[in-house]
Nanobody
Framework: QVQLVESGGGLVQAGGSLRLSCAAS????????MGWYRQAPGKQREFVAR???????MYALSLKGRFTISRDNAKNTVYLQMNSLKPEDTAVYYC?????????????WGQGTQVTVSS
């Protein structure tokens, strides 16, 4: 059974940083791309960042430079380092994975972790 479990969310002041983690089980982690999405209240879920099995990364244009995605295949974990946080970054952040090494529509999802940025 595939499980993606996010952690690291919380309340932070604007300008602060958080690092989200997503621990995966039930999949051959090193062979799959991984990604992060987020959903703010009243808005659609949106793409944040992704990383291929080989470590190539891509970001939402509005977030590039502030967010960094990385992975540790030995720990079956993908991370999202978020710096210079803004109130508009407030959202539930979801870990996701397709069934491919490069990228594709995610088929596995975590339960989400809440990030709240106060002004």
């Amino acid at each position: 059974q595939v499980q993606l479990v996010e952690s690291g969310g919380g309340l932070v002041q604007a300008g602060g940083s958080l690092r989200l983690s997503c621990a995966a089980s039930g999949i051959i982690f090193r062979t799959l791309a991984m990604g992060w999405y987020r959903q703010a209240p009243g808005k659609q879920r949106e793409f944040v960042a992704r990383i291929t099995s080989d470590g190539f990364t891509m970001y939402a244009l509005s977030l590039k430079g502030r967010f960094t995605i990385s992975r540790d295949n030995a720990k079956n974990t993908v991370y999202l380092q978020m710096n210079s946080l803004k109130p508009e970054d407030t959202a539930v952040y979801y870990c996701a994975a397709p069934r491919t090494a490069d990228w594709g529509p995610p088929i596995y999802w975590g339960q989400g972790t809440q990030v709240t940025v106060s002004s």
